[in-house]
């Protein structure tokens, strides 16, 4: 299957509910409408943010997975790495309102937690309060993330089958400005040195599966720089999600990639890389490891999420290559039965 650039507006599903075949493919910028309905337990739907200054990571998510819905926040001291996540399950969709395309607004409410992801023209502003984060003390975050005019974003629909398939925008390196208040500290994120990501997915997937994901973001110069790969979960399909935006301009990756990791020992280096080309060459060295876990019956996700240093060289269309050292970022290894 061809890796087509889609230019016009398209819905993820046709009328069955099955993948809309002329959605598949990759953009620029969201043009896909995620129509998805039926398929009870198969659907997977989630808004994950990710925000990273020199001072610390700081990320939320709201999902739902058909049967529940999954809210969790975490916090990392980028000086002391004290770390602190809460989780929130709740049977079916209860408390949460996601709709179907990037461009509109979600919320969650629940047992003292309330978290907001509200759109507007220019802006998404990130609101979340949870009154009894640690120690029972809350987390409170006001954040307000710019939407720069004709900044691309990496958009891909990912097709296992008619039934099984995955739409996924990722918007990396955005400007983000406000504060954290969190364990007696207000952590200060400012454009000049911090960075917003989104991970946005709406989908049908099957009951097993594995993934690797890496994204970073940051200035190399004055290079504003995302970088986001992915790895196991679209091999097969004729479509990646790796890619590079660089000032705002995507550089699609359209080869899959390699991770080389020691499964023993996930604080190890990894090797990420294209096989083939020189598109993609990184070293990733983490100083952090975040272990998720769950095991409940036939649902199950064992997940680790290294939080480290990217070094290497990317590769553009045109092809120049960037190189660079300590780009602030992330890895991670998940196996889930869902």
Same mark, same amino acid.
């Given at each position: 299957?061809?890796?087509?650039?889609?230019?016009?507006?398209?819905?993820?599903?046709?009328?069955? %509910?099955?993948?809309?075949?002329?959605?598949? %493919?990759?953009?620029?910028? &969201?043009?896909?409408?995620?129509?998805?309905?039926?398929?009870?337990?198969?659907?997977?739907?989630?808004?994950?943010?990710?925000?990273?200054?020199?001072?610390?990571?700081?990320?939320?998510?709201?999902?739902?997975?058909?049967?529940?819905?999954?809210?969790?926040?975490?916090?990392?001291?980028?000086?002391?790495?004290?770390?602190?996540?809460? *989780?929130?399950?709740? &049977?079916?969709?209860?408390? *949460?309102?996601?709709?179907?395309?990037?461009?509109?607004?979600?919320?969650?409410?629940?047992?003292?937690?309330?978290?907001?992801?509200? =759109?507007?023209?220019?802006?998404?502003?990130? !609101?979340?309060?949870?009154?009894?984060?640690?120690?029972?003390?809350?987390?409170?975050?006001?954040?307000?993330?710019?939407?720069?005019?004709?900044?691309?974003?990496?958009?891909?629909?990912?097709?296992?089958?008619?039934?099984?398939?995955?739409?996924?925008?990722?918007?990396?390196?955005?400007?983000?400005?406000? =504060?954290?208040?969190?364990?007696?500290?207000?952590?200060?994120?400012?454009?000049?040195?911090?960075?917003?990501?989104?991970?946005?997915?709406?989908?049908?997937?099957?009951?097993?599966?594995?993934?690797?994901? %890496?994204?970073?973001?940051?200035?190399?110069?004055?290079?504003?720089?995302?970088?986001?790969?992915?790895?196991?979960?679209?091999?097969?399909?004729?479509?990646?999600?790796?890619?590079?935006?660089?000032?705002?301009?995507?550089?699609?990756?359209?080869?899959?990639?390699?991770?080389?990791?020691?499964?023993?020992?996930?604080?190890?280096?990894?090797?990420?890389? *294209? &096989?083939?080309?020189?598109?993609?060459?990184?070293?990733?060295?983490?100083? !952090?490891?975040?272990?998720?876990?769950?095991?409940?019956?036939?649902?199950?996700?064992?997940?680790?999420?290294?939080?480290?240093?990217?070094?290497?060289?990317?590769?553009?269309?045109? %092809?120049?290559?960037?190189?660079?050292?300590?780009?602030?970022?992330?890895?991670?290894?998940?196996?889930?039965?869902?």
């Amino acid at each position: 299957m061809v890796a087509e650039e889609i230019i016009t507006p398209v819905q993820l599903c046709d009328r069955k %509910g099955k993948l809309n075949h002329e959605s598949v %493919g990759w953009s620029r910028t &969201p043009l896909t409408s995620c129509n998805v309905a039926g398929s009870f337990l198969r659907k997977k739907k989630w808004n994950y943010w990710c925000f990273t200054s020199d001072e610390a990571l700081f990320s939320v998510t709201i999902s739902n997975l058909d049967y529940a819905s999954a809210v969790f926040v975490y916090m990392l001291d980028l000086e002391t790495l004290n770390f602190k996540e809460q *989780t929130i399950v709740m &049977p079916f969709s209860r408390g *949460t309102i996601m709709p179907d395309n990037v461009w509109e607004s979600v919320y969650f409410e629940k047992n003292g937690v309330r978290i907001e992801f509200i =759109e507007m023209e220019d802006a998404t502003k990130i !609101y979340v309060h949870w009154a009894n984060f640690h120690e029972g003390k809350p987390l409170e975050a006001h954040l307000l993330v710019d939407r720069v005019p004709d900044f691309d974003s990496l958009n891909v629909v990912i097709p296992w089958s008619s039934k099984r398939f995955q739409y996924t925008s990722k918007q990396l390196a955005l400007p983000v400005r406000g =504060e954290v208040k969190w364990a007696a500290r207000r952590y200060s994120f400012q454009p000049i040195n911090a960075f917003a990501t989104l991970d946005f997915g709406r989908g049908k997937w099957p009951y097993h599966s594995t993934w690797n994901w %890496g994204a970073a973001s940051g200035f190399i110069g004055d290079t504003r720089i995302g970088i986001n790969l992915g790895g196991g979960w679209t091999e097969g399909t004729g479509q990646t999600e790796n890619g590079m935006i660089v000032d705002g301009r995507l550089h699609k990756v359209s080869e899959e990639i390699d991770w080389v990791y020691d499964r023993h020992n996930y604080m190890k280096p990894w090797v990420i890389q *294209t &096989p083939q080309s020189r598109r993609v060459k990184l070293l990733f060295e983490p100083f !952090y490891e975040r272990v998720a876990t769950k095991n409940a019956g036939v649902v199950q996700s064992n997940m680790r999420q290294l939080i480290g240093n990217y070094s290497g060289s990317v590769q553009l269309h045109e %092809g120049d290559e960037i190189e660079f050292t300590n780009l602030l970022g992330w890895t991670e290894a998940h196996e889930a039965k869902w």
